[in-house]
């Protein structure tokens, strides 16, 4: 062997050991090695800090007196204001601020009172406080607008409606600068996104504002104890101003005065009677909880019909179940074609500010009046001036027989002279129990001398009467329609 061919196997082997070095320190992927292959190191990724949960806004701090609005004088310009003209609807005006007054020039304001509209948003809106709008206004000629607080695109109340009304005013104005004044009793839970809105369309009547304020203070519930008609325009003297309709299911009509009373044309139905009315919604009505409510109007029309009537919710859902419609009271009459007047009592099961006022006609086409509606409230253990005491109600000849009597509208009143040294019990004879001799069902309820004070009630009482132990010796009681019209029998047995 030469030294050539040694010095080349030296180099091979040389180059081998080094190839198996470089193995054991780098193995190939498909490499297993002696213990098989070896588990890669666990890769440790920072763990990111969390983010501060983000504490609640807090509740705006108010100082009792003061004005909620920046700018309400104007003399910032239109700050802190915002304005809508309805343009797609064919709504045309602009708005500028004249000596520190704004001036909305309404060209054609259409028929609707929010297609022109001046707002200040994202107010905060308390639940059970009362909140007063001032402000100065006058017209280029006499027309009316409405002022209201209500939610801004936010269904804050979960109504399905993102602009629900919290409170609602009708204001007329003349061309003298004048200052008015609107009230909202806040009973829908807090909103921190409110507007103040002035709904300025449906005239073309130029305005000027100035000096709004809006001023909270302690909700303090009206005394119900004054006798005033809760219901605005209740005699129709000023034909149909604060009463509207409402239509569904293709129910159709018109509603206007006819000397004086409100009249309803009725051209097409929907489903139900529901589909078809005439309301009072805003301004809504004060009604206080406990209070006895006298209901009455005067109906008739073209044919014999049934109507429907009730208070209700008026879109606030204050028993929170998630309805907003609620009725406190839903009464049905059935009217003739004579004028009559038809009278009911209620007691009112919830504090509400702002309740409605709704009278369903949707059950047959043809033409129904409605005139002098009044709804007259008394704390419960007060006595009813002039309504059915034991003086003006009809005096029952003798206990333990039946009584017979017909009811076709409102309720009808009883008195009955009792002794207190044993229980009375109450019984019912009408279309749904007894002898099946009678067509109308009713209600009794049973009442303290006053005409007010309840002891009970019972609609079900043939083979179970209703019993009471009475602490006088007169007692009141009031036979109440449920359904059908015609005759019914009860009795008193002591």
Not at 46 to 59: L, R, W
Not at 194 to 218: C, E, K, M, P, Y
Not at 303 to 329: R, V
Not at 444 to 459: K, M, W
Request: with cysteine.
């Amino acid at each position: 062997m030469n030294i050539k061919a040694f010095i080349g196997i030296l180099t091979a082997i040389f180059l081998g050991f080094l190839l198996f070095q470089c193995n054991l320190m780098f193995p190939p992927e498909n490499f297993a090695g002696p213990f098989g292959t070896p588990t890669p190191s666990p890769t440790f990724k920072p763990i990111p800090t969390p983010s501060p949960t983000p504490s609640p806004s807090p509740t705006p701090t108010y100082i009792p007196g003061s004005n909620m609005l920046n700018n309400g004088d104007f003399s910032a310009g239109t700050n802190y204001w915002s304005f809508f003209i309805n343009e797609d609807d064919g709504a045309i005006a602009n708005y500028s601020v004249v000596s520190e007054e704004l001036y909305y020039n309404i060209t054609d304001g259409k028929d609707t009172g929010w297609y022109v509209q001046m707002m200040y948003n994202n107010l905060y809106i308390a639940k059970n406080f009362r909140y007063t709008i001032t402000f100065d206004a006058k017209a280029e000629a006499n027309r009316g607008f409405s002022v209201e607080l209500g939610e801004n695109n936010n269904d804050n109340n979960g109504d399905g409606n993102p602009y629900t009304s919290y409170g609602y005013t009708w204001i007329n104005v003349t061309t003298t600068m004048t200052q008015y004044e609107a009230v909202v009793n806040m009973m829908d839970k807090s909103d921190g996104t409110a507007r103040l809105v002035f709904n300025l369309g449906a005239s073309n009547s130029d305005v000027w504002i100035d000096n709004v304020s809006l001023v909270r203070t302690d909700l303090v519930p009206p005394s119900p104890l004054n006798g005033v008609n809760k219901v605005v325009n209740g005699d129709i003297s000023a034909g149909t101003a604060y009463w509207n309709t409402y239509y569904a299911n293709g129910a159709n009509g018109t509603l206007s005065d006819d000397s004086g009373a409100l009249r309803m044309d009725i051209s097409s139905l929907g489903l139900s009677m529901y589909d078809l009315q005439i309301h009072q919604r805003y301004p809504g009505m004060v009604l206080i909880q406990g209070g006895i409510h006298r209901v009455n109007f005067d109906a008739w029309a073209t044919a014999n019909k049934n109507i429907g009537i009730s208070l209700d919710e008026n879109g606030h859902d204050l028993n929170e179940n998630n309805q907003f419609w609620d009725s406190y009271d839903n009464r049905t009459f059935s009217i003739t074609t004579t004028p009559q007047q038809y009278t009911y009592y209620y007691t009112q099961s919830l504090s509400h500010y702002n309740a409605g006022l709704v009278f369903f006609l949707g059950t047959t086409t043809d033409t129904v009046f409605l005139d002098n509606i009044s709804i007259i409230s008394w704390a419960g253990t007060d006595t009813i001036t002039g309504g059915m005491d034991a003086g003006s109600a009809t005096a029952m000849p003798s206990l333990n027989t039946w009584y017979t009597d017909s009811i076709s509208g409102g309720s009808r009143w009883y008195s009955a002279a009792i002794n207190t040294s044993s229980p009375c019990r109450f019984f019912i004879n009408d279309a749904s129990q007894g002898s099946g001799n009678y067509p109308a069902n009713i209600a009794l309820y049973v009442y303290h001398a006053n005409g007010t004070t309840l002891y009970d009630s019972v609609d079900i009482a043939y083979y179970i009467p209703l019993e009471i132990t009475p602490v006088e010796t007169t007692i009141i009681i009031e036979a109440r329609p449920v359904s059908g019209t015609g005759s019914f029998a009860f009795g008193v047995e002591q």
